[in-house]
């Protein structure tokens, strides 16, 4: 199985949303409502952001939404604000108990 | 809630390792607890799971046969084990607890350890 494929870099202004992507394959983003979503900040520990798809954890603004259409899944951050500015990692289950993760994008607040 | 790790460690190539996860504040024997390798300045790749009620694991293809997991439930601990250190293997490592909903269990981490630095030098 290889990665997911995200485009390495994203960026928006404060208050403007960003859409990240996060394609797969038939084998895996397609076949499963099990992607999820992690940022992780320079330095940080990955914090989960979205799972199955859609669900957020207890916590996370709803600023931060997640889809999927096909073997392509995406996470959208509305109304963009400086802390936002990290890595977002997708993942997404594959089948037999194996997980992939995408290469990541840095997004960037202008 | 959380998961510490072992601190950082600085081995040679060939050497042997084990580094720790100690979980509290939950029941380690209902969670699945999953292991993350980041190199320098990449992204996260899965390197799978262990059960620690029982020791089920599930490795990544990738990571198969390169690297050990197992757990002491009695302790609440996970490890993850390499008998021959290469270099290669420098990277941040992660455990995380994977989530569990009122009826599902799902292939996401919602608990991270701080994670453990490991260098190795050839």
């Known amino acids: 199985q290889s990665a997911l494929t995200q485009p390495p870099s994203a960026s928006g202004s404060p208050g403007q949303s960003v859409t990240i992507s996060c394609t797969g394959t038939?084998?895996?983003?397609?076949?499963?409502?099990?992607v999820s979503w992690y940022q992780q900040h320079p330095g940080k520990v990955p914090k989960l952001l979205i799972y199955e798809v859609t669900k957020r954890p207890s916590g996370v603004p709803d600023r931060f939404s997640g889809s999927k259409s096909g073997n392509t899944a995406s996470l959208t951050v509305s109304g963009l604000q400086a802390e936002d500015e990290a890595d977002y990692y997708c993942s997404s289950y594959a089948g037999s108990n194996i997980v992939l993760f995408g290469g990541g994008t840095k997004l960037t607040v202008l | 809630v959380q998961l510490v790790q072992s601190g950082a460690e600085v081995k040679k190539s060939g050497e042997s390792l084990k580094i720790s996860c100690k979980a509290s504040?939950?029941?380690?024997?209902?969670?699945?607890i999953g292991w993350v390798r980041q190199m320098p300045g990449k992204g996260l790749e899965w390197m799978g799971i262990?059960?620690?009620?029982?020791?089920?694991?599930r490795y990544s293809p990738s990571f198969q046969g390169q690297v050990t997991f197992s757990a002491d439930k009695a302790i609440s601990t996970a490890y993850l084990q390499w008998s021959s250190l290469e270099a290669s293997d420098t990277a941040m490592y992660y455990c995380?607890?994977?989530?569990?909903?009122?009826?599902?269990?799902?292939?996401?981490?919602?608990?991270w350890g701080q994670g453990t630095m490991v260098t190795v030098s050839s």
């Open positions: 995380a607890r994977r989530l569990v909903g009122a009826t599902n269990v799902y292939n996401a981490f919602d608990i």
């Open positions: 262990i059960f620690p009620g029982d020791s089920d694991t």
């Open positions: 504040g939950y029941s380690v024997t209902s969670y699945w």
């Open positions: 038939s084998s895996d983003v397609a076949n499963y409502n099990s």
